[in-house]
């Protein structure tokens, strides 16, 4: 018998939003597809906790190879040092250079492929660290592009891109994964972590990550490094 649920393509990078995105997917009633980048990150555990995360939340999870290292100009996918001294102003080191565009590009061709016409993306506007393509602008204007596009789009048939965490601060999103009986430390975050895939507590994510569930009044599940 067949899933009578529409599908859902969630960009799942194994990250707390992520994982977060892809419970509220399946919430709301879709059947997850979750789409994980392999784009050459520094932080490969994070692909172990994407495979964790899906086995529990995804019924599809699709791992697409795509190696950004060979673009280079971030500090995720060249040998540039993360910074460790603080959140700070402006666009940091670890931005990856169009990397939502280019994963929304991806979910976008992978959902006109499997007839779904709905994506979930975990980006968030307020404890965002700088990222330009984590605005409320620029998740609407992917949308328009994603109708004018596509096959699916033209002949009438369109798409919606849902981010449900846009306007959540990380300590709404802390609190959402415990709403959701979530295992948050399933997640990972950190941009620097350690051989043994423990968290290195300074860079801006885990400190990001540690002041949620600090705000928040929940445990933090993470093992840091050093203290946030």
Same mark, same amino acid.
């Given at each position: 018998?067949?899933?009578?649920?529409?599908?859902?393509? #969630?960009?799942?990078?194994?990250?707390?939003?992520?994982?977060?995105?892809?419970?509220?997917?399946?919430?709301?009633?879709? =059947? #997850?597809?979750?789409?994980?980048?392999?784009?050459?990150?520094?932080?490969?555990?994070?692909?172990?906790?994407?495979?964790? %995360? @899906?086995?529990?939340?995804?019924?599809?999870?699709?791992?697409? &190879?795509?190696?950004?290292?060979?673009?280079?100009?971030?500090?995720?996918?060249?040998?540039?040092?993360?910074?460790?001294?603080? %959140?700070?102003?402006?666009?940091?080191?670890?931005?990856? &250079?169009?990397?939502?565009?280019?994963?929304?590009?991806?979910?976008?061709?992978?959902?006109? @492929?499997?007839?779904?016409?709905?994506?979930? #993306?975990? #980006?968030?506007?307020?404890?965002?660290?700088?990222?330009?393509?984590?605005?409320?602008? *620029?998740?609407?204007? *992917?949308?328009?592009?994603?109708?004018?596009?596509?096959?699916?789009?033209?002949?009438?048939?369109?798409?919606?891109?849902?981010? &449900?965490?846009?306007?959540?601060?990380?300590?709404? %999103?802390?609190?959402?994964?415990?709403?959701?009986?979530?295992? =948050?430390?399933?997640?990972?975050?950190?941009?620097? &972590?350690? @051989?043994?895939?423990?968290?290195?507590?300074?860079?801006?994510?885990?400190?990001?990550?540690?002041?949620?569930?600090?705000?928040?009044?929940?445990?933090?599940?993470?093992?840091?490094? @050093?203290?946030?």
């Amino acid at each position: 018998m067949s899933d009578p649920r529409p599908i859902a393509v #969630v960009l799942l990078s194994g990250g707390l939003d992520s994982m977060v995105c892809a419970a509220l997917a399946r919430e709301r009633g879709f =059947a #997850v597809t979750a789409l994980t980048v392999d784009y050459g990150q520094r932080h490969r555990v994070e692909l172990d906790a994407a495979k964790r %995360i @899906a086995a529990d939340l995804a019924d599809r999870h699709v791992i697409l &190879p795509l190696d950004l290292r060979a673009f280079g100009g971030s500090a995720l996918t060249a040998d540039v040092a993360v910074p460790k001294d603080g %959140i700070g102003d402006g666009i940091p080191v670890t931005y990856v &250079p169009a990397r939502n565009t280019i994963f929304l590009s991806l979910a976008l061709g992978l959902a006109e @492929a499997s007839g779904a016409r709905d994506l979930f #993306v975990g #980006v968030n506007a307020l404890d965002y660290s700088g990222y330009p393509d984590c605005r409320p602008d *620029f998740v609407a204007a *992917f949308e328009r592009l994603a109708n004018l596009a596509t096959k699916a789009g033209v002949e009438g048939d369109p798409f919606t891109i849902h981010a &449900p965490l846009q306007d959540m601060t990380k300590a709404d %999103i802390a609190r959402e994964a415990a709403r959701l009986g979530l295992d =948050a430390g399933q997640s990972h975050s950190c941009y620097d &972590p350690g @051989a043994d895939g423990g968290a290195c507590g300074t860079c801006d994510a885990c400190r990001l990550r540690a002041m949620g569930f600090e705000q928040a009044g929940l445990p933090d599940p993470t093992r840091y490094a @050093a203290a946030p």
